[in-house]
């Protein structure tokens, strides 16, 4: 429904409520000849004569459909141009490595929609976690009990690379200044292949994910529906008009 506006609302600013009239309209004080919100303003300032013009607005639906394309182009990136859009789905990879023995980790991604876009994370294993969470440590006896007695083990994903992709991180098991027997050095190894193949896997899920989220915010049934909620108004061509 079309409705005027005050003199007193913002043009492209943030909305402010105001009294109606009778009719249920806001009115838009405008010197005839003069069009825009900072032209109408230095008038206003100035204290020159003004005439009333009504000025229709229209919410998103309410536009014609050529002009609906256009502002939801326009608007594209409305959901994802800010930091922090990815929080929802990043706190919930940091929860899920915490409870797969990962410690202090980081994320890291790249995208969307570029050749070497990807994701992955750095963190410390926490050994015994880890075993416990794969369900390993049955075939770890060995490996825990020398890790315990003797052993000196840190294990760590570090990335090593100019990009973010699923296997730009190398991972290493140091067994620092106590050198693993040589009955425990194979389980060293196989723990070593674990963590190598799970974090390039992990990685392309992050990514995956990441990447649906983003497409879905981006897509034309979020964009309108971000309109809607925060009542963007526009004139007949799409121009948006905040009152």
Not at 61 to 68: F, G, I, N, R, T
Not at 84 to 106: I, P, Q, T
Request: net charge negative.
């Amino acid at each position: 429904m079309a409705r005027k506006a005050n003199e007193n609302d913002q043009i492209q600013g943030t909305p402010k409520e105001k009294g109606r009239d009778k009719t249920g309209f806001k009115t838009l004080p405008a010197k005839e000849g003069i069009s825009g919100g900072a032209e109408i303003r230095q008038c206003l300032r100035r204290g020159e004569p003004m005439r009333q013009e009504t000025i229709s607005l229209y919410q998103f639906d309410e536009l014609s459909e050529a002009v609906k394309k256009k502002m939801l182009d326009k608007h594209r990136h409305i959901n994802v141009d800010y930091d922090g859009w990815d929080d929802w789905a990043l706190e919930d990879w940091y929860a899920k490595l915490k409870n797969l023995g990962y410690e202090d980790v980081k994320i890291y991604y790249s995208g969307f929609g570029s050749q070497g876009d990807g994701a992955c994370f750095v963190a410390t294993v926490n050994i015994d976690q880890y075993l416990s969470a794969h369900k390993l440590k049955t075939e770890s006896r060995a490996l825990l009990k020398w890790q315990k007695e003797d052993g000196d083990i840190t294990a760590y994903i570090k990335h090593n690379h100019r990009y973010y992709f699923s296997t730009s991180t190398e991972v290493y098991v140091d067994e620092n200044n106590q050198p693993a027997p040589s009955h425990i050095q194979p389980l060293l190894n196989r723990l070593e292949e674990y963590i190598k193949k799970e974090r390039a896997d992990l990685g392309n899920e992050i990514y995956r994910e990441l990447e649906e989220s983003y497409f879905n915010l981006t897509g034309d049934e979020a964009i309108g529906e971000t309109l809607r909620i925060n009542e963007y108004e526009f004139l007949e061509d799409g121009q948006q008009m905040n009152v």
